[in-house]
């Protein structure tokens, strides 16, 4: 349905007693009665509008917070159809669990909007993870377990109109069957698909003798028995009070300790007091410890995940 609107003219007039007279307008989508501006600045009125004009010439867009108006003058009548809908939003992402406020415009046929109340807008969403669009346009967001897109929907005068969002993963152990349990969600959907009880953090569904909780930890593959986290101890060429140590895989967002002990049945694991600098190569890090003196010495990697 086409929305026609009236701009009004305030024209320059050079005699104070004249008088600008327009006649009926017509046309297959509009009828404008006959109306009467003076040009000493009284009210103009027709079947459609009323105008108080001054004497003196304006031009230029003039408009009105509320209600939303934009009035264009330059001339007595002139029209403008509705061509189109858009939407925008307050911000193009929004937090899981928190909310965004949409808005409409109708766009006109000379290139310019108008803003349609949010509550005349039928409001609907298409896709997503956006849990409902309240009536005055507020869009609410679902749990996610990664950054995910939401489409909101709007229809108003017959116009239907789009809108992407994207809801942001803000709590990384939330969702469904795997919040809470110490695993980042986007890991285990990644892995097992939503909602499996293989993705718990004690099991080991892969046979590899390291639990979900630690390959998770350790940046690995937990349906992959040959995706393990490995160390090992190797002589140092000419320093026998010296051993390399060397791991992997190393990830770029895990931090490291080698820690050690002189016995496996007491004392605990303390981090090296004199390693080398670490050195990679690729997912493998060595470090050596060059203190590796005694009977024994029982070494540990400690991984954790900021």
Known sequence: MNTKRIALLAATLFAASATLHAGSRTSSSYNVATDITDAGGKRATSASYTNDGSLGGLAGISTVAAPAET???????????????????????????????????????????????????????????????????????????????????????????????????????????????????????????????????????????????FEFTAGLVPTNSSSRFTLSIQSVPGQPLQKRLVFSPRLSDRLYTVTAKSSLTAGSYTPLSNPSAPSDNGQERTITDLNASGLAKFYRVEIAKP
């Open 71 to 213: 009035a264009k003058a330059g001339y007595i009548a002139q029209l403008y159809e509705t061509t189109g809908l858009a939407l925008t939003a307050a911000a193009p992402t929004v937090n899981e669990t928190a909310t965004d406020q949409l808005a409409a415009w109708l766009s006109l046929d000379d290139a310019t909007f108008l803003t349609a109340p949010a509550t005349s807008v039928t409001w609907s969403v298409q896709s997503g993870p956006l849990t409902s669009i309240s009536a005055n346009g507020l869009a609410t967001a679902g749990i996610v377990y990664q950054n995910t897109a939401a489409t909101a929907q709007g229809v108003h005068l017959g116009f239907t109109a789009t809108l992407g969002l994207t809801v942001l993963n803000t709590l990384p152990d939330n969702f469904g069957s795997y919040a809470g349990d110490g695993l980042g969600d986007d890991w285990q959907v990644q892995h097992f698909g939503l909602n499996n009880a293989n993705a718990a953090p004690a099991l080991d569904p892969d046979g590899d003798g390291q639990t979900n909780a």
